[in-house]
């Protein structure tokens, strides 16, 4: 499987306070993406790195990527009970000359009380 | 907007059915994916298509098929519906880099 990892599974916080959460991949890549998922819904988009940026900001949100260790970091600053929800990592991978496909991490639980 | 959508959000069907799943897609994306996606697994890649009648197996492929004979539209087809095969199932499309998923599938195989 080329399925990466985030870390941690889960993460409980009070609102005001900052989220890490980090992703590790396998396989050398052209960039690497951070998706958010709602309780039972389908996964949104929030920030792409190309695999020659080191980090990059939108918003609340900084992400950082190394690509000699193969890991990335997505920071959430000032959180908000809204940014209750499960973070994904996404990477490209081929499977084909023809077939290139998204491949997403286990995800990061987050939670935001007020 | 892009807007991807899955004909049902949930579905119960019996061990042994025959289960299809319908996602369609109003962007012209050449690309779409059906995902599942289990507790404390994440998403797993079962089949995507880069074109109308082009299909390429993900990393979980066994006992589930696909059909793409227009570019709208993607078919996760479950041969004989197992109770390991109860799942959220997530469909996708790509624009450049990003994808756009739909709400999602709950199957539940009883």
């Known amino acids: 499987s080329q399925q990466g990892e985030e870390d941690p599974q889960a993460l409980s916080i009070q609102e005001g306070e900052n989220a890490t959460m980090n992703c590790s991949y396998k396989?050398?890549?052209?960039?690497l993406q951070w998706y958010r998922q709602n309780s039972g819904r389908g996964l949104v988009h929030l920030i792409l790195?190309?695999?020659?940026?080191r980090e990059k900001h939108s918003g609340r949100l900084r992400v950082t990527l190394d690509t000699s260790k193969k890991s990335s970091s997505l920071l959430i600053t000032a959180s908000r009970a809204a940014d209750t929800a499960s973070y994904f990592c996404a990477t490209d991978a081929e499977f084909s000359q023809a077939g290139t496909a998204l491949i997403f991490g286990k995800g990061t639980t987050l939670s935001v009380s007020s | 907007d892009v807007k991807v959508t899955q004909s049902s959000r949930y579905l119960v069907k019996r061990t042994g059915e025959k289960v299809f799943l319908e996602c369609v897609q109003d962007m012209d994306h050449e690309n779409m994916f059906w995902y599942r996606q289990d507790p404390g697994l994440g998403l797993r890649l079962i089949y995507f298509s880069y074109d109308v009648k082009m299909k390429e197996k993900g990393d979980i492929p066994e006992g589930y098929s696909v059909s793409r004979e227009k570019k709208e539209r993607f078919s996760l087809i479950l041969e004989s519906a197992s109770t390991n095969q109860t799942s959220m199932y997530l469909c996708a499309t790509l624009r450049n880099t990003e994808a756009f998923f739909g709400q999602g599938t709950r199957l539940t195989v009883v």
């Open positions: 790195i190309r695999s020659n940026e």
């Open positions: 396989t050398s890549i052209n960039n």
